[in-house]
């Protein structure tokens, strides 16, 4: 039952009251990127900084250098509103994506921020920030932003560039993805992150 509140509250996710240092947008293949990019449009006027990762390198070996900064151009979002983080060494994926993003917002003195995913990808998002928040800046808040729900029934390419199938038949593999980070030891559990959203709202 942790479970599926968190998803609930994750999904759907309050407003803060408070003013938003930054909206960060979640790394993404090309089939859904698309999600993200048309409510981060939307949002760049209640954020005051967009941020994502420009540089990494997938667990293919594959080095990358993201365009999101040209995209949300096109979109109307001021380029001096733009920055970025980049991961020089390791792999990229969700959880250190998740480490980088936070430690730039203790650099930067963020106190609070959206983070910004698909629906198909936004808990695991969620649940990696609020891990990596209390064992680097527990003092920050972040609010869930689900990107524009695109079709369940279409046969994409995710994760990595390599995990192939359709929306809603990868939803399972989100799922197991964050029973395994749990049991070996990276990750909150529900119950944790719960208590960090009911701590969080408690000073909203």
């Known amino acids: 039952m942790e479970a599926l509140e968190l998803q609930a509250r994750v999904l759907a ?3 803060p009251t408070e003013k938003i240092d930054a909206l960060y947008i979640y790394g993404e293949t090309e089939d859904n990127q698309p999600s993200s990019f048309t409510v981060a449009a939307e949002l760049a006027i209640k954020a005051g900084l967009i941020a994502y990762l420009r540089t990494g390198t997938l667990i293919t070996g594959r080095k990358f250098v993201s365009d999101y900064d040209d995209k949300l151009v096109k979109l109307g979002v001021p380029k001096e509103k733009i920055i970025f983080t980049d991961l020089p060494t390791g792999l990229a994926h969700t959880h250190t994506e998740a480490i980088a993003l936070v430690e730039l917002a203790k650099k930067m003195n963020w106190q609070t921020i959206y983070i910004l995913a698909p629906p198909l990808h ?4 969620f649940v990696e920030t609020v891990t990596a928040i209390l064992n680097i ?9 689900m990107g524009k729900p695109l079709a369940w029934t279409e046969t994409i390419i995710h ?13 399972q593999s989100e799922t ?10 990276g ?9 960090y959203l009911n701590l969080r709202d408690q000073d909203t």
Do not use: H, W
Not at 122 to 125: D, E, I, N
Not at 187 to 195: G, P
């Open 187 to 195: 990750l909150l559990n529900a119950r944790q992150v719960l208590d």
């Open 137 to 145: 800046y527990p003092e920050l808040k972040v609010f869930g932003k």
């Open 122 to 125: 936004l808990l695991r998002a």
């Open 13 to 15: 996710d309050t407003e």
């Open 176 to 185: 197991e993805k964050l029973e395994q980070y749990y049991d070996q030891g």
């Open 159 to 171: 994760s990595q560039d390599i995990l192939t199938g359709r929306r809603c038949d990868l939803v």
